[in-house]
């Protein structure tokens, strides 16, 4: 057996890969995936990546471009989620503020520098004609950390996946005051640039795998009844996310990364823009 350890954030998008293991699919081919969930997300991801601790991540499109543009020795491998996030933008339950609006000189709350909540805030923040100059940051690590701050805070808010934090809002933890979904497919799939040439043939095995579950994971029988049981969601909201959602098995196109590269440029968050090569496996 060969050991490839794979990291991911602990939501329902990644439910292919533990219905996979579970299935015993990866093992019947002799590789030992060993998964780890990140709560932090995409910032405490790229990190584990860049230090070796993980040979392999699903990680958010614009977090790993970011992270890939300052020298993180890593490539995108393939899409794995194709339709767009939905970020919804919170406060604290007991806020005055009931509009998007009257967030614009309010702290954002962020798991961490160069996360998604950090890189989405500027998205959002100039889709808002804000300055995006003057937004102001709160780490906080992961979702509790964002319940806690926000409890003490009166002028702050938090973006995060919309389905993710809906219970919360339902419990009247979170108030939630809209959405901000991404301008490019939302997930891909990451391996570092070691693991990509030392286990060509592993990781083409892994990818195949993972393909045939995400292609026929809309299929499963009571699918969503298992994705509400499991992630603690009502099942109506999980029919409404698997209705919005699309898994993608081929490579991020060019033109998509381009965007990703020529928003995140523009909004001051990359030094230059470099060659797809530079992001992208290419398959020989």
């Keep these: 057996m060969k050991q490839v350890k794979i990291i991911g954030v602990p939501e329902h998008f990644n439910l292919p890969w533990h219905l996979a293991l579970e299935d015993g699919a990866f093992a019947e081919r002799g590789i030992e995936l060993i998964w780890t969930d990140v ?53 604290n339950s007991s806020s005055t503020k009931s509009s998007v609006a009257e967030l614009k000189e309010d702290t954002v709350a962020v798991s961490r520098m160069g996360s998604g909540s950090h890189l989405m805030a500027y998205v959002h923040a100039q889709q ?69 040439t030392e286990q060509p043939g592993l990781l083409k095995h892994i990818l195949e795998i993972i393909n045939v579950y995400t292609q026929e994971f809309k299929k499963i029988p009571s699918i969503d009844r298992t994705l509400a049981n499991r992630y603690h969601q009502k099942l109506e909201d999980i029919q409404e996310w698997l209705s919005l959602t699309n898994w993608g098995q081929s490579q991020l196109s060019p033109e998509t990364l381009n965007t990703v590269q020529e928003q995140l440029h523009q909004l001051g968050l990359l030094d230059e823009i470099k060659p797809n090569t530079t992001f992208l496996h290419q398959v020989d």
């Design 39 to 91: 709560p932090e997300g995409t910032g405490r991801m790229t990190q584990l990546l860049q230090e070796g601790k993980a040979d392999m991540g699903i990680i958010l499109t614009e977090g790993l471009v970011k992270s890939i543009s300052q020298g993180n020795p890593v490539k995108i491998v393939q899409e794995y989620v194709s339709s767009p996030l939905l970020w919804g933008i919170h406060v």
């Design 128 to 196: 808002q004609g804000w300055d995006t100059n003057s937004l102001q940051f709160k780490i906080i690590d992961n979702l509790d950390g964002a319940v806690s701050y926000l409890k003490s805070s009166t002028d702050a808010y938090f973006m995060w996946e919309r389905f993710t934090t809906k219970p919360l809002v339902d419990e009247g933890t979170f108030k939630h005051l809209g959405n901000c979904p991404t301008p490019w497919p939302c997930f891909v799939i990451a391996a570092t640039n070691s693991f990509i």
